[in-house]
């Protein structure tokens, strides 16, 4: 896998995910992933548009970090899922805790609610 | 039941091996002309199952072997796993609820969730030397997947002996 980053408007950080995210693939962004997430405030704009594959160890990286964001008073969105990453991700419910958009105007809406 | 039909793979039970397993269910998809969302789901519940052997099947030290076989029948593809892993059962074992905010979420079940969600059918045997798990999926034509996911309100003591992913 691997991860970009690249600040959005203001206030928003974007991290653009790509590839499998499976045991192999989270293993290659855990720590920078953690790192952007654990060091500072921010809104993080997840995008998953280019996440090939998501199994439920990859689910528990997107939850790991937003738990850290939110610890820190910030919050996290998932944008863009393709449709089947997006159906094991509502398959888990984890569209109930972590919002999910498919256009920017959508996701600042779930910042201002998060 | 390896016939002509029918695509073999025999791996050891370490995580180096996982891109093997994606190989071949791309393998797979292309022998019997399936659909990409099936393809998918049967990707999907491998890589769960094959983890959660890797992860807690064996003791420390113990390098285990899976052996998947995939067949075609007139309606469904069946895929069976056999393992040399301690018993587990994930047609049985309780799963916690899906969580209700992000405070709430908790670390295991979702991959034997996903296995439940995503195949048709999920049958276990104990065997002599391990386990054997039985996957049905059917669809075959439009690869929709439809069920609702699977969920209760409130947290179970899981039954198995072996924990899930």
Redesign the interface.
Known sequence: MELAVHELESGILGINLSG?M???GTQQIDLKFSALTSTRRAQILVDMSNVT?I???G??TL?VN??AQ?LRGGSMVLYKPND?VE??L?????H???PIAHDIDAARGAFGAA | MATESSLELVIHAR?EH??DL?HWVEKLAVEFLLPQ?LS?RI??CL??LV?NVISYGYPEGKIGTVRIRCWREPEQIVIRLDDDAIPFDPTSCALPG????????T?GG??I??VR??TDELHHVRTAEGNQLTLVFRSLDTGT?LSA?E?TASAETPKATRQP?
Not at chain 1, 90 to 94: E, F, H, K, S, V
């Open positions: 499998r499976d045991i192999t594959f199994a439920s160890i689910i528990r939850i937003a738990k939110k089947q159906e094991v509502r398959a888990t419910g984890i109930s805790i972590i | 995580i996982q891109p994606a969302s998918h990707d999907l890589t769960e983890s899906l969580p209700s905010s992000l405070d709430d979420a670390s979702r991959g969730r996903l969600h995503f997947h996911p969920g992913l």
